[in-house]
């Protein structure tokens, strides 16, 4: 029992430092310089190295006593603010997952979707015209190859907007709009009611996939509150807009990234389990050969529901 409680704290202790007490260190750190160096003299290596040598000329950190009392409060202090990070990042989650009734979201949502159908526009007429044989401008042929790089990158360029027409203000929650809408097609299903039936079901493999996708989209949230804390530094010392920059897009990336790959997961384990799960409420026999039918799915959904 002793050495496992040795490896529990161990881990607990690793897990603490890298996710709490390092990138909390550093931001406190990056503040320390800002406050002494501040906008004009934000380069001043030798003002930097003054502070520090008379910090360490201070009777009062001779004594083994107050030492240690500043690197517990060092500690505190940064583990205090990987918190707050944490709590704003969940609420940066919240807001890029929201549907949005206030007046803002509706006119972000309404703009999106205006985007949206413009290219999509522009996406039907280089089909019509793929298949007509003919260019938009000037009416000549162009090749088979040519015009179906132009599909592409029309397609492309109406996806980055979203994959169906916008219904929330962000990329994010018109994703995991998408992924609903699509198992709710092919299937019939309502996949808030049907995803915590079906995740009690899943393989170990499948689940950590899926927790996977989820953590990195909480980090990336995690990483932009970052950017915040860093963009107020930046108010004083502003070398500290460079770490909000690098933040902020290395966030974006890595949450758009996360987030595709959870609703794509999410999409694939409907299509893989969804049967089973009908299965196993005795809706389908066991015996019966084929797919989950729209019908099947309309009865796991009424049935989920419970009040209907």
């Given at each position: 029992m002793n050495p496992l409680l040795a490896?529990?704290?161990?881990?607990?202790?690793?897990?603490?430092?890298?996710?709490?007490?390092?990138?909390?260190?550093?931001?406190?750190?990056?503040?320390?310089?800002?406050?002494?160096l501040g906008h004009r003299h934000w380069h001043d290596v030798d003002r930097l190295r003054t502070a520090l040598d008379e910090l360490a000329a201070r009777p009062a950190l001779?004594?083994?006593?107050?030492?240690a009392l500043l690197v517990a409060l060092i500690l505190l202090a940064s583990t205090a603010a990987?918190?707050?990070?944490?709590?704003l990042g969940g609420a940066i989650e919240r807001w890029r997952l929201r549907f949005g009734r206030d007046p803002l979201s509706r006119a972000l949502t309404a703009r999106r979707a205006r985007q949206w159908r413009h290219r999509d526009a522009e996406l039907t007429l280089a089909i019509e015209q793929a298949v007509g044989g003919t260019t938009g401008s000037g009416g000549a042929g162009t090749s088979p190859d040519g015009a179906?790089?132009?599909?592409?990158?029309?397609?492309?360029?109406?996806?980055?907007?979203?994959?169906?027409?916008?219904?929330?203000?962000?990329?994010?929650?018109?994703r995991m709009q998408?992924?609903?809408d699509r198992v709710e097609a092919a299937y019939g299903v309502d996949l808030a009611v049907l995803w915590p039936r079906l995740?009690?079901?899943?393989?170990?493999?499948?689940?950590?996939?899926?927790?996977?996708?989820r953590d990195s989209f909480g980090a990336a949230g995690r990483l932009t509150a970052w950017a915040v804390g860093y963009a107020l530094l930046a108010c004083w010392w502003w070398p500290a807009a460079?770490?909000?920059?690098?933040?902020?897009?290395?966030?974006?990336?890595?949450?758009?990234?996360?987030?595709?790959?959870?609703?794509?997961?999410i999409e694939a384990a409907v299509d893989v389990h969804g049967r089973e799960l009908a299965t196993r409420i005795g809706l389908v026999s066991p015996e019966t050969p084929g797919r989950l039918?729209?019908?099947t799915g309309d009865d796991m959904s009424a049935l989920f529901r419970k009040a209907e």
């Open positions: 490896t529990l704290g161990g881990k607990l202790t690793e897990r603490w430092l890298n996710s709490l007490v390092l990138p909390g260190a550093l931001f406190l750190a990056t503040s320390a310089v800002g406050s002494v001779d004594s083994t006593g107050t030492a990987s918190l707050a990070t944490q709590f179906l790089a132009r599909i592409q990158a029309l397609t492309e360029t109406r996806d980055r907007v979203a994959l169906r027409e916008p219904v929330r203000p962000t990329w994010y929650g018109d998408a992924a609903a995740w009690l079901l899943l393989p170990e493999p499948a689940v950590r996939q899926i927790q996977s996708a460079l770490a909000v920059v690098g933040c902020a897009v290395v966030a974006r990336s890595r949450a758009r990234s996360a987030l595709a790959a959870l609703a794509g997961l039918t729209p019908d």
